[in-house]
């Protein structure tokens, strides 16, 4: 059996939309309901996801046993078995469970085709970190019915894991065109915060929580206000979102992460352990276990970074190169990080995440004048990362390029000050040993920007492992 992952791309970018693909395929009970009796779990389970919202997660579960219980009796029944593959994934992105990909793997073999499976199995295989197979399944699902909004999410996510940020953009447009909510609205802040369009992301967001139907819906999209000021380095205010968040739903993953990496900015790090410790409980992603390993790792705490970094490294993560190569990059063998990462760029991850990581573990490996091409790569695409400006500028300096070093390593502290433990201070090491900038500086030594969209505000972001 292929070891199974949760792709953090997935789950980054919302999941209201997995199950949206068959939700109208499900009938509750044979014959139909009583109307005076109020819905219950499987059913609001069922409303949240044909309005493309996220359902609470005990409603999904209920859902989940619903269709297994029927399908023990009608095991024909291929619209059950769309729905029941459907909900397993959603299970998989919401629990970072691995086991629940392999149980939506054979439901779907069962299923019924046409647009609903495609867009079904499009789902599976970007939760697999599968882009390529992502993609293939969502354009048969858009040839077939382009008007189908459900085959919009899954084609975003296939063409942002293979760095086709223009294909992307497109979907994205289109299904704004078919679909409007919460959903919407949080993957367009999505697409404002990858080019880079700070104040138009957050506008954005800002009607995701505006248009939440659901609680759970709610606290991923103040969830995502969170890592918005996050990125900007506003620990204060993304702490704010988090609680809010958590306040709704106080297991939600994403949301102790981020109010771990807050704590730890503000200096509360006893609290930011406790909250990163809960969060790798809670959803065990490689992202959570690098930064809180690396946490560990700056407090002194050698014993339990050694442990959070094992436990990434033993586990079969076939969707995590990026964490998995930087853990080698800065904490173990260079040169295995770059074969790792050569590797996924060879086989079409070419996502500025794999970029940015394939260029650091190459300059960690001693070649940083192709290191260099990598990382103008990751930085020219448009997302404003205080991660990525701070490897550019490190390479840089590598080669005695030092106006653009200062330029990047400034550029990293304007965006996000906090945005690493272990590698912010550093940032501010390098910048000190380079000094000020001289007297006369060429016309764009102070930085760059983003473009702007027609009739938007512009503005810079930052993002830690963005």
Same mark, same amino acid.
């Given at each position: 059996?292929?070891?199974?992952?949760?792709?953090?791309?997935?789950?980054?970018?919302?999941?209201?939309?997995?199950?949206?693909?068959?939700?109208?395929?499900?009938?509750?009970?044979?014959?139909?309901?009583?109307?005076?009796?109020?819905?219950?779990?499987?059913?609001?389970?069922?409303?949240?996801?044909?309005?493309?919202?996220?359902?609470?997660?005990?409603?999904?579960?209920?859902?989940?046993?619903?269709?297994?219980?029927?399908?023990?009796?009608?095991?024909?029944?291929?619209?059950?078995?769309?729905?029941?593959?459907?909900?397993?994934?959603?299970?998989?992105?919401?629990?970072?469970?691995?086991?629940?990909?392999?149980?939506?793997?054979?439901?779907?073999?069962?299923?019924?085709?046409?647009?609903?499976?495609?867009?079904?199995?499009?789902?599976?295989?970007?939760?697999?970190?599968?882009?390529?197979?992502?993609?293939?399944?969502?354009?048969?699902?858009?040839?077939?019915?382009?008007?189908?909004?459900?085959?919009?999410?899954?084609?975003?996510?296939?063409?942002?894991?293979?760095?086709?940020?223009?294909?992307?953009?497109?979907?994205?447009?289109?299904?704004?065109?078919?679909?409007?909510?919460?959903?919407?609205?949080?993957?367009?802040?999505?697409?404002?915060?990858?080019?880079?369009?700070?104040?138009?992301?957050?506008?954005?967001?800002?009607?995701?929580?505006?248009?939440?139907?659901?609680?759970?819906?709610?606290?991923?999209?103040?969830?995502?206000?969170?890592?918005?000021?996050?990125?900007?380095?506003?620990?204060?205010?993304?702490?704010?979102?988090?609680?809010?968040?958590?306040?709704?739903?106080?297991?939600?993953?994403?949301?102790?992460?981020?109010?771990?990496?807050?704590?730890?900015?503000?200096?509360?790090? &006893?609290?930011?352990?406790?909250?990163?410790?809960?969060?790798?409980?809670?959803?065990?992603?490689?992202?959570?276990?690098?930064?809180?390993? &690396?946490?560990?790792?700056?407090?002194?705490?050698?014993?339990?970074?050694?442990?959070?970094?094992?436990?990434?490294?033993?586990?079969?993560?076939?969707?995590?190169?990026?964490?998995?190569?930087?853990?080698?990059?800065?904490?173990?063998?260079?040169?295995?990080?770059?074969?790792?990462?050569?590797?996924?760029?060879?086989?079409?991850?070419?996502?500025?995440?794999?970029?940015?990581?394939?260029?650091?573990?190459?300059?960690?490996?001693?070649?940083?004048?192709?290191?260099?091409?990598?990382?103008?790569?990751?930085?020219?695409?448009?997302?404003?990362?205080?991660?990525?400006?701070?490897?550019?500028?490190?390479?840089?300096?590598?080669?005695?390029?030092?106006?653009?070093?200062?330029?990047?390593?400034?550029?990293?502290?304007?965006?996000?000050?906090?945005?690493?433990?272990?590698?912010?201070?550093?940032?501010?090491?390098?910048?000190?040993?380079?000094?000020?900038?001289?007297? &006369?500086?060429?016309?764009?030594?102070?930085?760059?920007?983003?473009?702007?969209?027609?009739?938007?505000?512009?503005?810079?972001?930052?993002?830690?492992?963005?």
């Amino acid at each position: 059996m292929r070891p199974e992952n949760v792709s953090r791309t997935v789950l980054a970018s919302g999941v209201g939309a997995v199950l949206a693909a068959t939700a109208l395929l499900y009938v509750p009970e044979p014959g139909g309901r009583d109307p005076a009796r109020a819905a219950g779990p499987a059913e609001r389970a069922t409303s949240a996801a044909r309005a493309g919202a996220q359902a609470a997660l005990p409603d999904l579960v209920a859902l989940i046993g619903d269709r297994e219980k029927w399908l023990r009796a009608h095991p024909g029944d291929t619209a059950s078995w769309a729905v029941l593959g459907s909900a397993y994934t959603e299970r998989a992105l919401r629990r970072a469970d691995p086991a629940d990909l392999t149980r939506a793997g054979a439901a779907l073999e069962h299923a019924a085709g046409g647009p609903d499976g495609q867009v079904a199995l499009a789902a599976l295989a970007n939760a697999r970190g599968d882009w390529a197979a992502g993609r293939s399944w969502g354009e048969r699902a858009r040839k077939t019915d382009p008007k189908r909004w459900a085959a919009y999410p899954v084609l975003i996510d296939a063409y942002n894991g293979l760095g086709d940020y223009r294909a992307a953009g497109k979907a994205a447009e289109k299904l704004a065109e078919l679909h409007a909510g919460a959903a919407v609205s949080g993957r367009t802040a999505q697409l404002y915060r990858d080019r880079g369009w700070r104040e138009d992301a957050g506008a954005a967001a800002l009607d995701a929580v505006a248009l939440a139907e659901t609680g759970a819906e709610k606290a991923a999209a103040l969830c995502r206000l969170g890592d918005l000021a996050w990125e900007r380095g506003e620990p204060e205010e993304a702490l704010a979102q988090y609680g809010a968040a958590l306040g709704l739903d106080g297991d939600h993953g994403p949301s102790l992460a981020g109010r771990a990496r807050a704590r730890a900015a503000l200096g509360r790090t &006893e609290e930011a352990v406790r909250d990163w410790r809960a969060a790798v409980a809670r959803l065990p992603l490689p992202r959570h276990l690098l930064e809180a390993g &690396e946490l560990a790792e700056s407090l002194g705490r050698e014993g339990d970074a050694r442990a959070l970094y094992g436990r990434l490294r033993a586990g079969r993560w076939p969707d995590a190169e990026v964490e998995l190569g930087l853990l080698d990059a800065d904490h173990g063998d260079p040169a295995a990080a770059v074969r790792r990462l050569r590797a996924a760029w060879a086989g079409g991850h070419r996502s500025v995440r794999v970029a940015d990581a394939l260029g650091w573990a190459l300059y960690r490996a001693g070649e940083p004048k192709e290191a260099l091409e990598f990382a103008k790569r990751a930085t020219d695409e448009g997302l404003r990362s205080a991660l990525f400006a701070y490897h550019r500028g490190e390479i840089e300096r590598s080669l005695g390029d030092l106006g653009p070093a200062r330029r990047h390593l400034a550029e990293a502290l304007r965006t996000n000050p906090h945005f690493s433990p272990l590698l912010a201070p550093r940032a501010r090491e390098s910048a000190a040993a380079l000094g000020d900038f001289p007297d &006369e500086l060429p016309k764009d030594a102070l930085g760059t920007s983003a473009p702007a969209p027609a009739g938007g505000g512009a503005g810079g972001r930052g993002a830690a492992r963005g």
